[in-house]
């Protein structure tokens, strides 16, 4: 065959490139192929030759609306209580463009207050915490409670394997 | 007559054409008003180059013909002010941000086609309204009226505009009710409506409950709780362009009365 006769057959640098050919490689193997591979990438690379052209510092912005430059109010407008949603948005974007209240104000008024809101999210927290709580946990909170002589129950106490007796 | 490098020396409010250059002062704080030669060294703060103006090598190129307006920087060293040109057009272009009514003319798929009175038209999708989910769609038909605001416009692409702002509020935009009345005015017109301390529209609240949304491209839609009320709202408010104060509160005080 011919293929005795020839040389080491010389393996394509696509090949090469190939994650299973490059896994018997050393680090420096590896480092010299990809910076072939950016020199390869970077001559095929076209660019401009031109000279550097310093960017100005620019302190002129181009805007083509006019509603920064004149401070145009909303455009939505009611009066004389026609549509009260309206006025209320009137109030609040006006006040918004001309920045004089930098608070937003979306606070609505609360129904409930802080304290309680506080009050019913501690109580929230255990009743929604009881549901993930493993059968055994369960069990044992359940007897907590019933106990109410605070005669507790040993709960260190980890339950053994006991041999059944014959 | 050279035409270009020719430096101007125009005082604010003034007329200015086309290709006027402007030079921008070295301290725009001092003196603001009057644009003179200037050593080119960077003034203070950022300059708002506005409509009609563009930025050039020497300073601004003014591009359309009108009055030449200034407002002064509002805080201490906040930025330097702003330059525009005040023109009178009836034509709208679309413009990035600003909030327009828009005429639904098709549905076509996921958007709707709207006429803005540009070139083009608009599309707004359907998933640009508050509360507006894949299987919650807004109840939008061909005919009704948009308040929104263009989020794309220039001249290489469509314009497409939105009901929302950018937190997913609607702040008063969408679809505008059935009933109330339609018309067109020039810009001019509408930017001084909206302008801060505007006359016209305080005496007109005075006058009538009525509710009224103002499009940037020249289209107001009015609305007041009879026919005739509406009616004489949107008569006024065409007139008013060309009439001067005094006529107009005359007008306004001979309806107030009968």
């Known amino acids: 065959m011919a293929m005795a006769g020839e040389g080491k057959p010389r393996l394509s640098k696509n090949l090469l490139r190939m994650k299973f050919m490059q896994r018997g490689l050393d680090s420096e193997t590896k480092k010299q192929l990809e910076e072939e591979e950016k020199k390869i990438i970077s001559e095929e690379h076209w660019y401009l030759d031109l000279p ?15 509603m920064p430059c004149e401070d145009l109010l909303y ?66 909170l359940q007897d907590e409670d019933e106990d109410e002589n605070s005669n507790l129950r040993p709960s260190n106490v980890k339950k053994m394997f006991l041999k059944p007796q014959d | 007559m050279a035409a270009s490098g020719l430096s101007a020396e125009v005082d604010v409010g003034q007329v200015v054409l086309p290709g006027d250059v402007l030079l921008l002062p070295a301290a725009p704080n001092a003196d603001g008003e009057r644009l003179r030669l200037g050593p080119s060294s960077a003034p203070r703060g950022r300059l708002l180059c506005g409509p009609g103006l563009r930025r050039c090598a020497a300073g601004l190129l003014v591009t359309k013909c009108g009055l030449l307006r200034h407002r002064p920087p509002a805080g201490a060293g906040t930025g330097g002010g702003a330059y525009w040109v005040d023109s009178q057009q009836k034509r709208y272009v679309p413009v990035k941000g600003d909030p327009i009514i828009g005429i639904v003319t098709a549905k076509a798929g996921d958007i709707f086609k709207v006429d803005v009175g540009g070139s083009e038209q608009a599309s707004l999708s359907y998933l640009a309204f508050e509360g507006a989910t894949k299987r ?30 950018s937190s997913g509020r609607a702040n008063g935009m969408g679809i505008i009710g059935h009933e109330g009345l339609l018309f067109k005015v020039s810009l001019g017109l509408i930017r001084k ?9 305080q005496e007109l609240g005075q006058l009538y409950p009525f509710e009224i ?14 026919v005739q009320q509406t009616l004489i709202v949107a ?3 065409e007139a008013c362009e060309h009439m ?8 306004l005080a001979k309806l107030s009365e009968s």
């Open chain 1, 52 to 66: 550097e052209l310093k960017e100005k510092e620019s302190f002129i912005i181009e805007e083509r609306s006019f």
């Open chain 2, 136 to 165: 919650n769609r807004p109840n939008v038909q061909v005919g009704d009226l948009v308040y929104g605001q263009f989020i794309v416009a220039n001249k290489d692409m469509e314009p497409e505009m939105v009901c929302i702002d």
């Open chain 1, 75 to 140: 455009g939505r407008m009611s009066f004389k209580g026609f549509n009260p949603e309206i006025e209320k948005l009137m109030i609040q974007m006006n006040s918004r463009y001309k920045k004089e209240e930098i608070e937003a104000d979306d606070k609505m008024e609360a129904d409930v207050s802080d304290e309680e809101m506080a009050r019913r999210y501690e109580s929230l927290v255990g009743t929604i915490g009881k549901k993930f709580l493993k059968k055994r946990d369960r069990h044992e």
């Open chain 2, 235 to 237: 008569n006024i408010l």
């Open chain 2, 193 to 201: 409506l909206l302008a801060p301390n505007c006359e016209i529209i």
């Open chain 2, 213 to 226: 949304v103002l499009g940037m491209n020249g289209r107001i839609w009015v609305k007041a709780k009879t």
């Open chain 2, 244 to 251: 001067t104060s005094e006529q107009r509160k005359q007008a």
